[in-house]
């Protein structure tokens, strides 16, 4: 049986070389780690901020609980634990099915489930907890829930499937491109879970029971919480694990970029036309492949001969530059051999040491490893920060491996199956911290990944690299939106996608119209794409030897699509001091700027299933077009609210689906009650 000790604000048990912590944590929030080791290894990971605080503790003979605010747990003498919310309300319980001697407790206490649960038969012998030892390593670990039918999950972070609603779901708990693992859910039940593990695993959100798997770890370590909505949830998680920085006023409108713009002139023209034309820009992007050699982290000098003039020109155009930064070092590099001698990149445990061999044989610097990122930081400073650079572009952030597999790889911290989730973290955070270095605020860097906390170092996540298909673009708008339920409020896409899209094929342009209109009611707004035919190589040295997409800008696809792109981009200048108060809640509070609706709406039943529209911000309802021919499509419109057509000025009541008609040059959008903004 389990024994039961107050060590100041943490409740300690232990029982046959287990020891188990619960401590209050954060605001409705109680941490739980448990280790087989001989001391409770203390790596914070996401909740790197120190939040335990003074909560309520009891310890009785055959039982404990902690209380904290809106949340309690209580573990029986078993071990089993148990949450209920302030009320009473059971949110969630450990699966565990052990024979005992005795009659069973009453489950719903608390106590019970460890011989007979609600008529399961007590000879399973599953342990709700359970460390199996890895031979020369540590352990894997399963955590399991009793599931509960009715329950919704959202969250998680981004994966390439349609499904907003994750119940019934296994998802992998590893980075990869255009998959970005961050393990925090919130539940329709009214309590958010954190899984606080870098490590490799995967989750099955299953009928029967839920599963949290790592395939190698040292120690149990989770945080949960609960709130009456789904905004307190939200909010009490960016309470502790941290929100982001405010957004800076220039990143509101749209970005500009392509695959990719290979010379300084090339780009100079494009935002020239920009400004010939009256048509707002906020951002230009230079993407990879500018520089001589990856890992030399500066400009070639044969096709960008005069960055600083090039800077100076496009901020008298009131357009910021963005360049994008790649993470791998190229045995070539001028900065390789000195990386490779003190330590800063990755290692790779057996075979040849190479990560990825993408345009040469490359291994990514060692973000986990401080002086890594210092060094790093100080190389992006001489050839960029220093000439007026504020934004930067952390592509490959993963990191993403030619070959996937992630036993082969170690960091500074340890082995990537046991820490690799945190990379882009990591890689976030050298940029962050060197730009607040230099004394800036306000600090966003597009990020190719996230884990749990990379918001608070100015992360703007988006979904990699995307095909150009309705079917890929339906997937963004649940991505995104399971992204924003995972605490990441900067997020968007390549419109119109990555992979594909000839300028001059008409289903083509249509996809593009039709998601042009969805980005603008997303986060950020950037137009990027690696479209068809390719273009002709600029050089054969250096970086021209990378391939380059046709022409991306907004008058590359003739002339309706000009017209419609430029009205949206419109409409987006017309919305920014809209969009900057979402912006302000979502540093201030780590309110999500896009949600599902039921963010908004939580007592209404069949808000909680709508998965093809959401909010922007607590006044727009965006219901995006993601089929092609689609000349009407249904909205619900959520009960508790008037709503007036963006386009026709009509008004609907709330609480009904309605029909409505979706010409190409228009996105269904509705307005709540007396909100007000004039599109056309």
Aim: with cysteine.
């Amino acid at each position: 049986m389990f024994s039961f000790i107050q060590n100041n604000n943490r409740l300690v048990c232990s029982y046959d070389g287990e020891e188990l912590w619960l401590e209050p944590w954060g605001l409705d929030g109680i941490r739980v780690r448990g280790t087989k080791l001989h001391e409770m290894p203390q790596e914070n990971w996401a909740l790197d901020e120190e939040k335990a605080i003074a909560g309520e503790i009891e310890v009785k003979n055959d039982q404990a609980f902690v209380k904290n605010g809106r949340i309690k747990a209580i573990i029986n003498k078993y071990g089993r634990i148990t949450y209920y919310n302030q009320n009473g309300k059971k949110l969630l319980e450990e699966y565990w099915r052990h024979r005992v001697d005795n009659a069973p407790d009453n489950p719903d206490q608390g106590h019970g489930g460890t011989d007979i649960v609600q008529g399961v038969g007590c000879a399973l012998q599953k342990a709700g907890r359970e460390y199996h030892p890895i031979l020369k390593g540590d352990y894997e670990l399963n955590v399991r829930f009793e599931s509960q039918i009715d329950e919704k999950l959202y969250g998680m972070g981004q994966y390439q499937q349609p499904f907003l609603d994750l119940k019934n779901t296994t998802l992998e708990l590893a980075q990869r491109n255009s998959q970005a693992s961050v393990p925090f859910l919130v539940s329709s039940l009214g309590y958010g879970f954190l899984w606080n593990s870098p490590s490799v695993g995967n989750v099955e959100l299953c009928k029967n029971l839920t599963v949290w798997h790592s395939e190698s770890e040292k120690k149990i370590d989770y945080w949960i919480t609960a709130g009456d909505t789904p905004a307190q949830i939200e909010e009490n998680y960016a309470e502790v694990v941290g929100k982001v920085p405010m957004i800076p006023d220039w990143a509101m409108g749209f970005w500009q970029c392509k695959l990719r713009y290979q010379t300084q002139e090339e780009l100079l023209e494009v935002a020239r036309e920009y400004k010939k034309r009256g048509i707002p820009l906020s951002v230009i992007v230079i993407d990879f492949f500018h520089w001589p050699t990856q890992g030399d982290w500066k400009f070639d000098p044969i096709y960008w001969p005069d960055p600083d003039a090039m800077i100076e020109e496009l901020k008298k155009m009131g357009i910021e530059l963005m360049v994008s930064v790649w993470p791998t070092v190229d045995y070539r590099s001028e900065n390789y051999k000195e990386m490779k001698a003190k330590g800063y990149l990755l290692h790779c445990d057996r075979g040849f040491p190479v990560s990825i061999n993408y345009m040469g044989n490359t291994l990514h610097y060692d973000a986990t490893n401080e002086n890594a990122r210092k060094y790093v930081w100080e190389k992006i400073k001489k050839n960029y920060y220093d000439k007026g650079i504020r934004l930067f572009w952390l592509d490959e952030a993963e990191p993403e491996f030619t070959n996937y597999d992630f036993d082969i790889y170690r960091t500074h911290i340890g082995p990537h199956m046991q820490v690799g989730n945190i990379y882009p973290v990591a890689y976030a955070r050298t940029f962050y911290e060197g730009m607040r270095q230099e004394g800036q605020e306000n600090i966003i860097n597009l990020v190719r990944c996230a884990w749990a906390g990379s918001q608070k170092y100015g992360a703007l996540v988006w979904s990699g690299d995307i095909y150009s298909s309705f079917e890929s673009m339906r997937c963004q708008i649940t991505a995104g939106l399971n992204m924003a339920m995972a605490g990441i409020p900067w997020w968007t896409t390549d419109i119109g996608g990555f992979f594909g899209g000839h300028v001059e094929d008409q289903n083509f342009r249509e996809l593009l119209i039709r998601w042009f209109a969805y980005g603008t009611f997303c986060p950020v707004m950037r137009l990027h794409g690696c479209r068809l035919p390719q273009s002709l190589k600029s050089g054969n040295s250096g970086g021209a030897d990378c391939l380059s997409g046709a022409p991306n800008e907004i008058w590359s696809y003739g002339d309706m699509v000009y017209d419609i792109c430029r009205k949206y981009i419109d409409i987006r200048e017309k919305m920014k001091p809209y969009i900057k108060k979402q912006m302000t809640a979502a540093h201030v509070k780590g309110t999500p700027v896009m949600r599902p609706i039921f963010y908004d709406f939580p007592e209404d039943k069949k808000a909680w299933d709508i998965e093809d529209a959401y909010m922007f911000g607590p006044d727009m309802l965006v219901a995006p077009v993601a089929y092609s021919n689609t000349e009407e499509r249904l909205v619900y419109l959520p009960e508790g609210a008037n709503w007036t057509d963006a386009w026709t000025k009509e008004i609907k009541a709330g609480g009904q689906y309605i029909r409505v008609e979706t010409p190409l040059e228009q996105i269904p959008v509705f307005f709540k009650d007396d909100f007000s903004l004039q599109f056309e």
